[in-house]
């Protein structure tokens, strides 16, 4: 019982912190894991994305780019290419 309240414990602090994150604080811990995703919070519009080659052309890949107004750019270089979000109005 103690472990799954533990694990139910965990997963809501990563949850709120993960909500609190800036678009370059996801960035740099997409960067970290590796892995592109959304980190959760309340964003209506968010875009992720990835690229080998350059940190524009990760920010080119995200979701919704060209087609919504920016609000908010992170970008962050992994061990294997550039890793961005990107909220957007």
Known sequence: MRI???VLL???VSTSYA???SA???AE???RRGRV???GGSYRYEGVGFSTSSADDAI???CYYGKRTPIEIG???GSNGWYACVRYR
């Open 4 to 6: 799954v309240l533990a």
């Open 10 to 12: 965990f997963m809501t």
């Open 19 to 21: 909500a609190n994150l």
């Open 24 to 26: 370059q604080e996801s």
């Open 29 to 31: 811990l997409q960067a």
């Open 37 to 39: 995703g959304h980190m």
């Open 60 to 62: 080119r890949n995200c």
């Open 75 to 77: 970008v962050a270089r």
